[in-house]
């Protein structure tokens, strides 16, 4: 006998609608592999993941976040998030960087930036954008640093018997004080990273630094000067120390960290826009130190 009643009709199943969640440390490890293969190949997952577990803040509250659909990563945008003493007082920063989204979900990619700007209390900065991206964020409220980058002709001057220029760690240690120190231990870590004491009787000055070319020549790219005065009276000892030592024939340094031009340097124009949100603070107190500038071996 032939059943002819009605089946019952099954429920229609409802997509999962893509989530905006907060990357948590057991996110980084797909988020990581996401970032190597959609962003920048040149980093292995160990890389990104290193850059974005540093202890630059206790209790940080996330490492960005991320658009998932059906747990498949379709879009991130990182955060590292960093403590650092001005003037005496504790200021929080959050640098975002890292936004990449697939194709098919482009038409979500402000929701993991309005995800990260729906955090409070923070200094923002975006060092590393691209033209499209810049755009939107001088549309809200961000500024943009000075572009200026002052270039130091290294010479080889008799040495200056008062100026010392120190790369050993124990010794920097004990010429350095206050959040310098701090600064010194905690990007120790980087190999890509030079850091000397430069100073005399009158001062010290931390200086962090990577060795790259300009015009096919070996430079010397300061992305930390923690006293400006300091380095404008003693940078002849370190530009011979780096002359000698690495071969490097210029020092290029932002101008927005100098109280004025060297004798003798120039200025070029950093093509790449540098962005920051704050209420308070000034761009001569962004630093590139606790941001992706040194947690991953980007050009500078």
């Known amino acids: 006998m032939t059943d002819t009643t009605e089946p019952e009709s099954l429920p229609m199943m409802q997509p999962v609608?893509?989530?905006?969640?907060?990357?948590?440390?057991?996110?980084?490890?797909?988020?990581?592999?996401?970032?190597?293969e959609r962003l920048n190949r040149k980093l292995s997952p160990?890389?990104?993941k290193n850059a974005y577990s540093q202890p630059w803040m206790a209790n940080a509250p996330n490492h960005g976040f991320?658009?998932?659909?059906?747990?498949?990563?379709?879009?991130?945008?990182?955060a590292i998030y960093a403590e650092r003493t001005i003037r005496g007082v504790t200021e929080r920063f959050c640098n975002q960087n890292s936004w990449v989204v697939l194709e098919s979900y482009r038409h979500?990619?402000?929701?993991?930036?309005?995800?990260?700007?729906?955090?409070?209390?923070?200094?923002?900065?975006?060092?590393?954008?691209?033209?499209v991206v810049a755009k939107i964020y001088l549309t809200r409220r961000f500024q943009t640093m000075g572009n200026g980058v002052t270039v130091i002709p290294n010479t080889p001057w008799p040495k200056a018997l008062k100026a010392r220029v120190v790369g050993e760690r124990q010794e920097m240690l004990t010429l350095l004080s206050g959040e310098s120190v701090r600064d010194c231990?905690?990007?120790?870590p980087f190999p890509w990273l030079h850091q000397v004491a430069l100073g005399d009787a009158r001062g010290v000055c931390h200086v962090v630094f990577k060795l790259g070319r300009w015009k096919r020549m070996p430079?010397?790219?300061?992305?930390?000067?923690?006293?400006?005065?300091?380095?404008?009276?003693l940078h002849p000892a370190l530009g011979r120390h780096l002359l000698w030592k690495h071969g490097v024939t210029?020092?290029?340094?932002?101008?927005?960290?100098?109280?004025?031009?060297?004798?003798?340097s120039f200025e070029i124009v950093d093509t790449q826009p540098r962005l920051f949100l704050s209420d308070?603070?000034?761009?001569?107190?962004?630093?590139?130190?606790?941001?992706?500038?040194?947690a991953l071996d980007l050009a500078v």
């Open 46 to 48: 160990a890389l990104w």
């Open 185 to 188: 231990r905690l990007h120790r």
């Open 66 to 78: 991320m658009l998932v659909d059906e747990e498949r990563v379709a879009g991130v945008f990182g």
């Open 108 to 131: 979500l990619s402000l929701e993991l930036w309005r995800a990260l700007m729906a955090q409070t209390g923070y200094h923002v900065t975006m060092l590393t954008p691209n033209p």
């Open 219 to 233: 430079a010397a790219k300061l992305l930390h000067v923690s006293d400006g005065e300091t380095f404008l009276r």
């Open 280 to 294: 308070r603070l000034s761009e001569r107190d962004i630093s590139w130190l606790y941001t992706e500038m040194v």
């Open 17 to 36: 609608a893509p989530e905006i969640l907060p990357i948590l440390d057991a996110d980084l490890e797909m988020v990581c592999q996401f970032l190597h």
């Open 250 to 264: 210029t020092l290029h340094l932002s101008s927005r960290l100098l109280p004025q031009r060297p004798l003798g």
